[in-house]
């Protein structure tokens, strides 16, 4: 298999990893703040009050997704929960380290990406030369496969 190959398949499961973490956290929190909710209202606390804290666990997944996609990589050289499992990584394009901005372009852009369960992205991937989906194309940043060095012990 081609070194691209392995990274358009490493990228796939890579997003299928990302998302799966994302979605325990946000059952993890809903569970929680229905939990209580539950015993607010159980001892008496009005419903009205109850407003904030669910604006608040409807934005989990949106937190968490941000989170997982710009400050983890951004914060982590370049790698999401699920790249470095696989060792992938975010490089820009000439080479350097992506920003703050370049991780928060390429995280909005993933509505484009995500159009039609993802095929834009997918097929974006699949057919552009350094394997980019939209967002990479705009933010200038590629995903690539680690290097891992291994270290010889010398005699």
């Keep these: 298999m081609a070194e691209g190959e392995t990274v358009v398949l490493r990228r796939y499961a890579q997003y299928v990893l990302d998302q799966l ?9 809903t569970l929680w703040g229905a ?4 015993s607010l209202v159980r001892i008496g606390v009005p419903g009205k009050v109850l407003y904030l804290p669910l604006v608040l666990l409807a ?4 937190l968490g997704t941000m989170w997982a996609e710009v ?3 951004h914060r982590q050289g370049g ?3 699920g790249m470095r499992r696989l060792g992938l990584r975010i490089v820009r394009t000439d080479g350097g380290e992506p920003s703050l901005r370049d991780y928060l ?3 909005l852009l993933f509505a484009v990406d995500g159009l039609f369960l ?3 992205g997918v097929v974006l991937i699949a057919v552009t ?3 980019q989906r939209f967002g990479d194309l705009v933010a200038r940043t590629v995903v690539v496969r680690e290097r891992k060095t291994r270290l010889v012990p010398e005699d």
């Design 59 to 62: 934005a989990v997944p949106l």
């Design 129 to 131: 030369p350094r394997h």
């Design 71 to 73: 400050w983890v990589p």
């Design 105 to 107: 372009v390429r995280w």
């Design 35 to 38: 939990a209580a909710a539950y």
């Design 118 to 120: 993802c095929l834009v």
């Design 21 to 29: 973490l994302v979605m325990v956290a946000t059952v993890s929190a």
């Design 79 to 81: 790698a999401t929960p």
